[in-house]
């Protein structure tokens, strides 16, 4: 619709639950076989380097990918998280801007 290139895309990934926060269940191994972590008798899911991973799947430029480099569930002063505070917590909000 926008005649955007993904190349020419400069994308963002902003604050996310980091790898080390992100415990799942098994059944994530039918939809992403490539990020989940195996540590202590549990599943850790890399959210952000599925990000990059599709990202760059479709095209963005490894280098056109800024990471905030912020876990919301280990920045208990900054961010509400879900998986920290349970469902009742406050919320988070994303955008995407075409300039």
């Given amino acids: 619709n926008f005649h955007a ?5 400069t994308t ?4 996310v639950i980091c790898a ?3 415990e799942v269940g098994a059944e994530f191994e039918a939809y992403f076989p490539v ?5 202590a008798g549990k ?3 890399d959210l952000k ?12 430029l490894i280098n056109s990918i800024a990471d905030a ?3 919301t569930a280990c920045s208990t002063d ?3 998280s879900a998986r920290r505070e349970g469902q009742g917590t406050g919320r988070l909000i994303s955008a995407i801007i075409l300039k």
């Fill in 5 to 9: 290139r993904a190349q020419d895309l």
């Fill in 12 to 15: 963002a990934i902003g604050p």
């Fill in 20 to 22: 080390n926060c992100y």
């Fill in 35 to 39: 990020g989940l972590i195996w540590k």
């Fill in 43 to 45: 599943f850790f899911f």
């Fill in 49 to 60: 380097q599925e990000i990059k991973r599709q990202l760059v799947e479709m095209g963005v």
């Fill in 69 to 71: 480099g912020v876990c």
């Fill in 78 to 80: 900054l961010y509400f």
